[in-house]
């Protein structure tokens, strides 16, 4: 037969039915944890990139705008330029 020590040895030995839930559920709760941490690096890597996109687009906006002043400023100086120069 099976002594009360021997149960006892055994209860610390191997995990009980009880025992093995708590445990699954501290698991469940860290995993939950894990999921939420990760859903808010997720949303902030969203809006990193979201800036940087906007960002993209207003310097994009701006070099055109630039491009377009300097071609027109190398347009008037063709003009300046073959008016001067037709001159002489």
């Known amino acids: 037969m099976i002594s ?4 006892k040895k055994l209860n610390t030995v191997f995990v009980t039915k009880k025992e093995f839930k ?5 698991v469940d709760y ?5 999921d939420k941490r990760l859903n808010e690096i ?3 890597i969203k809006v990193v990139i979201n800036m940087v996109g906007d960002v993209s687009q ?3 906006e701006y070099r055109k705008e630039t491009g377009e ?3 027109n400023h190398e347009h008037r100086l063709d003009k300046l330029d073959d008016k001067v120069f037709s001159l002489s």
């Open 69 to 71: 002043i300097l071609d």
């Open 22 to 26: 708590i445990e699954m559920k501290k």
């Open 42 to 44: 997720v949303d902030s």
């Open 30 to 34: 860290r995993f939950n944890d894990v």
């Open 58 to 60: 207003k310097l994009d």
């Open 4 to 7: 009360s020590k021997d149960l």
